[in-house]
């Protein structure tokens, strides 16, 4: 359990043309944290998350997550590592249009070999734990955008993660919407899972237990609340 | 630590469903693009369908009417002239074992048939007048479609027999059986006519009167031209061989057989030309269709970027998102080729059933359409599959 769950050491990317996204970022999170991820615009964020998320490679240095060093995995075994252990939210939702909330929640489950009937019963329950048992049947357009990012959450729920990444949740959401979905993550952390969130709201991530601030593609400060 | 992690999988059942889900996203560039598709096979379907239909009319109407007809007629002498047959000629082939029954008609050249005797000499109408021994009908296949055949007392009057055409021709319809015509110079009247005659269309514009009626009123010398022979179906070529030697001891070379029944089905194969070149029309729009596939998938691989990489973050592999793509334009195929079987046979049955004939499509017709459908399918869909595979998930995430 001392393992972390993500881990970089001395982490580049590089983008053709000679961009530095990422300068030699070093960063451990350990299971079940709460992390929050800052920084302006072009700070390199995005790229953290994505590498972090196996969506991405870096250029240089090692990426470990769950203890599986990413270098040396192929293609399809990253795609089995967001299968089995990487939930991802959006700041846009991404939701399918012209089916309904439960079956975007059911797709969660789609490429992990479970039948259609199993995937519908344990979407059913991520959608009631993110307290949308009254909006099975709606489609993503019949409902309001706190809404979505709610049915958003629960279709990356509905695999259990150990790992959930979002970029930037509320940031689409207003106020009291946007307060719903926090609560959501915060449920989610004290349940076990660990939750990254990037973020431009500073208020949000002061109420997280720790924010790694970013700036020019390097971390300059990594600081925890103190208890 | 690194134990091997599960692999994603993806169902079976699930490509399929997937297919389906983003072909119903956009129905109305689905059914445009299939349409392509669904006209190629309509049109291969309905040429070879109507091209089969019209062989088995054919075939139909060839196993009814036997193929087991010769007929032997005269050829040219050495000296250039018509040549004839005696009339002991008739008897003589009866006596060939396989042969079931004979009959002949003789020509009467100089006999003319006109409406009446005011009708100026050169319209003749071209109509020949033909003795005809009683058992002619049964021996061609020939029917009556009017009034009635000559019989042993009318054969011996001046009495007519017209054929389709001719009675056509001089204005003659089943309320004039019994009228008289003018023929040969002296009034005839009309007892039948016939109906039109698949193995010998000679006998349609002709007009038939009994052999003793010519000989008594028109002069006739009772000459054969025309020997129709029906053999046993398994001894045709044995008679075949005899006939010559046999109607015309003398001179067998001035003899010359034929079978009725090659003349028909040397009919069904001239079509053929034709049904290639429609053929090739179809496989055009078939063509032409494939590119649409291939273009709205491209399309859609374009639109649907975040969709893609969404899949992805859920732990899609390429191999499952090639997939997807795949099937839907399997699919988008298959509902063009389906939808033009069905027109395709819908087409066919109703052009045979306007025609009276039998609908005959053979299996390997809709079989082979369905597999010209996927291979299509399979081609246009493979480019768009790899490209959709191809696309890195952060570019697609980032695609909004």
């Known amino acids: ?227 | 630590m690194t134990a091997l992690l599960e692999p994603p999988r993806l169902l079976p059942l699930d490509i399929l469903r997937l297919a389906l889900y983003g072909l119903r996203a956009r129905p109305l560039r689905v059914v445009l693009s299939a349409l392509g598709i669904a006209i190629g096979i309509a049109a291969m379907m309905a040429v070879v369908g109507i091209s089969t239909s019209s062989r088995a009319q054919l075939n139909q109407l060839l196993s009814e009417l036997g193929t087991n007809l010769l007929s032997a007629g005269p050829g040219k002498s050495m000296l250039g002239e018509a040549a004839i047959m005696p009339p002991e000629s008739i008897a003589m082939i009866g006596r060939i074992e396989a042969v079931e029954s004979v009959s002949a008609i003789g020509s009467l050249a100089d006999a003319k048939v006109y409406r009446n005797d005011h009708i100026p000499k050169n319209q003749s109408g071209g109509i020949a007048v033909f003795l005809a021994r009683l058992d002619l009908l049964g021996t061609v296949s020939a029917k009556i479609a009017a009034g009635s055949w000559l019989n042993e007392a009318t054969s011996s009057y001046p009495t007519v027999v017209l054929g389709a055409r001719a009675a056509a021709r001089l204005g003659i319809g089943s309320n004039l059986i019994g009228q008289p015509i003018w023929l040969g110079g002296r009034w005839f009247t009309i007892v039948g006519i016939l109906a039109p005659v698949s193995l010998v269309p000679g006998l349609d514009l002709a007009a038939l009167i009994g052999w003793p009626a010519g000989e008594r009123y028109l002069g006739a010398d009772g000459d054969i031209t025309t020997i129709f022979v029906r053999a046993r179906p398994a001894s045709v070529d044995a008679v075949r061989s005899l006939l010559a030697r046999t109607a015309n001891p003398e001179h067998p070379n001035e003899v010359e057989i034929s079978r009725p029944s090659d003349a028909l089905a040397a009919e069904a194969a001239t079509d053929v030309a034709f049904t290639g070149l429609l053929l090739g029309l179809g496989a055009v729009a078939l063509l032409v269709g494939g590119i649409g596939v291939a273009n709205t998938m491209v399309i859609s691989v374009l639109e649907r970027r975040a969709e893609i990489g969404l899949r992805r973050s859920q732990g899609a592999t390429r191999g499952h998102i090639r997939a997807q793509f795949f099937g839907e334009a399997l699919m988008l195929a298959l509902l063009g080729g389906g939808s033009g079987l069905v027109v395709g046979w819908l087409v066919t049955a109703g052009y045979a059933r306007l025609q009276g004939w039998p609908v005959d499509i053979p299996l390997w017709v809709p079989a082979a359409g369905l597999v010209a459908t996927m291979m299509i399918g399979a081609i246009a869909g493979l480019y768009p599959a790899i490209r959709a595979a191809r696309l890195a998930p952060t570019e697609a995430l980032t695609a909004t």
């Open chain 1, 1 to 227: 359990m001392s393992e972390p769950i993500v881990s970089l050491r001395n982490v580049s990317r590089v983008y053709a043309g000679g961009v530095f996204a990422l300068r030699d970022v070093n960063l451990e999170i350990n299971r079940g944290e709460l992390v929050a991820i800052v920084g302006p615009s072009g700070s390199g964020k995005s790229t953290m998350l994505n590498i972090i998320g196996t969506l991405d490679r870096a250029s240089t240095g090692v990426v470990e997550i769950d203890g599986y060093d990413l270098g040396k995995l192929k293609d399809n075994d990253l795609s089995a590592l967001r299968a089995r252990r990487i939930g991802f939210v959006f700041q846009h939702f991404h939701l399918s249009p012209g089916i309904s909330a439960l079956d975007n929640v059911a797709d969660g489950l789609l490429y992990t070999g479970i039948g259609l009937a199993e995937r519908r019963r344990r979407a059913e329950a991520a959608l009631g734990q993110v307290g949308l048992n009254h909006r099975l049947a709606h489609r993503p357009h019949q409902m309001s955008g706190g809404e979505k990012q709610r049915t958003a959450i629960a279709r990356a729920l509905v695999r259990e993660p150990m790992l959930l990444l979002a970029d930037e949740p509320t940031g689409a959401l207003d106020s009291a919407s946007g307060e719903g979905v926090v609560q959501l993550l915060l449920g989610l952390h004290r349940a076990g899972t660990a939750v990254i969130v990037i973020t431009h709201d500073r208020d949000l991530a002061a109420r997280l237990d720790r924010q790694a601030s970013m700036h020019d593609g390097k971390l300059v400060d990594d600081r925890r609340r103190s208890p």
